[in-house]
Each structure stands twice: as structure tokens, then as C-alpha cells.
């Protein structure tokens, strides 16, 4: 099994930044592909981020790449998401999810159906 905590949320003005930490714990050694999804009132959850523990492998969400980064510190088992210039409309509930299947190609790592373990989320809410 595989533990996901999400802390860094609260509550910040338009044009501020926050970085969301995840921290993994259990076996760590079987997640592949680790990811950020968020999901604003009234919405469906959405991808945000995604990258492999060695960083050659980076997905992200054409709409907010250039305003956020994600990052991991391998040796913590830490994953962030930097997230600079925040608009009203990223006012959400940020997850962190794992994927644990071996990377395939064809793997859609954009859709929460691909990750297998997910954290409890930490609010973010930007007020203008």
C-alpha cells in the first residue's frame, strides 16, 4: 500500500504563489508515475501534473504549464507542485495521486483513471 498526504493549501491573494507538498510513504518503491489533480466547486476533477521519480517523464495541462512546475525530492519521497501568478480559477482542491503500473506509451496519464492511490487533498483558494 501506498500513503499520499497533501499539505501547502489555504488561502492566498490573486497574483500570489504556493507550493502543495505531497509526501508518500509505504511502499514507494512500487509507484511509477506520480501526479497532481485538483477540482474546483461544482466540477469535475481535472489533471494538473504528472512526472516519473527521476523527472525524464513530465505530463502537464497545456492551460497551466508556464504558471505551475511539479518537482520531487526522491531522497524525501516529497512531491511538489509550484504554483506561481494564482488566478481566481484555481481555486480548487488539490490531490496528489500515484500510478503504479509499469510505464507504457499508450498509458494515459492525464486521466485519474491511470493512478491507483490518492491523497485526502488540501483546499486552495485564491481570493482577488
Known sequence: QVQ???SGGGLVQAGDSL???CEVSGRTSSTV???W???APGKEREFVMATSWSGARKYWSESLKGRFAIAVDLARNMVYL???GLKDEDTAVYYCAADRSPYRGQN???SESQYDYW???TQVTVSS
Do not use: K, T, V
Request: charge should be neutral; proline fraction near 0%; avoid cysteine.
Open 82 to 84: 509550484q504554483m506561481n
Open 33 to 35: 508515475i506520480m501526479g
Open 4 to 6: 499520499l498526504a497533501e
Open 37 to 39: 489533480f485538483r477540482q
Open 19 to 21: 507550493r502543495l507538498s
Open 108 to 110: 494515459d496519464y492525464h
Open 119 to 121: 491523497g485526502q487533498g
